[in-house]
Every structure is written in C-alpha cells, then in structure tokens.
C-alpha cells in the first residue's frame, strides 16, 4: 500500500511548515505507511503465494512457469488469483480443485479473478492476531514520541546555537504535537478497522476506541475487508 491510497490519512499542510516539524512529519509518515502495510500483512496466509511456484502450463505446445501468468495475493478469508490469460484461468481453476484441496471458489469473469475462499481462523489464533494489532498501534505511537524527543532535543541545539529563536521553537512545538497527534489518532482507527476485520462483534476497549469506531469502516476497506 502507497501513500496515494492513504492520502486522506497523511498530514496535508494547510501552511508551509518549520523546517523541523517538516522533517517529524516526513519521519512520521514514513513509519506510518510502513505500519499500514504491516498491519494489511498481519493475519494474511503469505505462504499461499508461493502455491503455484512449482507449477507450469503447456501453452503453444511449450511448457511454461505457471507463475509468469498470475499474480497471487492472500487475505485473512480468503486468496485472490488473476490472469488475462482465458487457458491459464482454466487450468488453473481446474487445478486449484483437483491438486490444491480446495473446494470453495469462485471466479469474476470481468476482473478474470479467482478467489479462494479459506476456512476461518480459531478464535484463540484471532484473539492472538487482536493482541498483536494492539502491539503494532503501541509500537506506532511510540515510535512518534521517539521522533518527537528527538526533533525537541534538535530544537534546544538550535536554541542554544542560535540558529532558531524563541518564539520560532515555540512554533514548532505546536507543529509537531499537532502532526503527532493527527498521525497516533489515524494509527488508532486503523487499529480498530482491523480489529473489527478480525472480529465482527468487536466491541472498543476504551472510550477513545469508541469515537473512533466510526471512521473505522472506511479505514478498514483499505486493509482489505472488502472481497470486491
């Protein structure tokens, strides 16, 4: 996932910002991005993506890598498959079935998608997969008030250098707790929108969780809810 796909979540400057807060704010985005990747990642069946690697296709009579025509992506429920290629989907589907040992598939003939609809997770490996999104939105959080400390420290040096006055580190003061916290509030609602993929009935844990739930759908289609 790139930062096109989360621009609505990503800090937009409403003025041109300090030099320092625009450097915390670039660190903080960066991490945040990667934290949405990860938290898309987390609970997938990864090693379903390498179920074709050593499977090939006999097409004009030559032998081919069946993976030079799909491309494979696993999700919690379920793993999707694509090819333009009418012969490959064919074989595939047939495949899938026949040596694969699934039974419960489908096929989009508009997106040319199969998709692979996979049994659900135990409620102990979910409440597991709960513990560790906690973690991750823990780990976010934190690492913002890492780069905070250290944009403070780099603004006292300043200070002490002359080389920010006064009024202008109180400025990016301001910059930077606004920037942490519009990125920690977004980190939380991604939390949540993948804690209600995990468990439907999921209830918040905490007043906060609770005025968040509503932005939490949204958010939650990003991380791949959505088999559309």
Known sequence: MNENQLEQYLFQETEELMSYSSSFEARSRDRFVVFINEL????????YNTMFHSDRVVLENKSRRL???LEVESFIDRIEIVSLNEEVTRFTTKLIKEEKGFDNISFDEV???ITVLLPPLSVNALLELKGAVNGKVDSYSKSVGMLRSQSAQQVKAGIDNEYIFPPDAAKVAKEIDLIG??????AKIFGIAKKTILLPNYKPEDDEEVELLEFAPEASLLLGKSVD
């Open 40 to 47: 898309f990642e987390l609970g997938s069946h990864k090693e």
């Open 111 to 113: 997106k040319s998608k």
């Open 181 to 186: 916290s519009f990125y920690r509030k977004n």
């Open 67 to 69: 993976m030079d025509y």
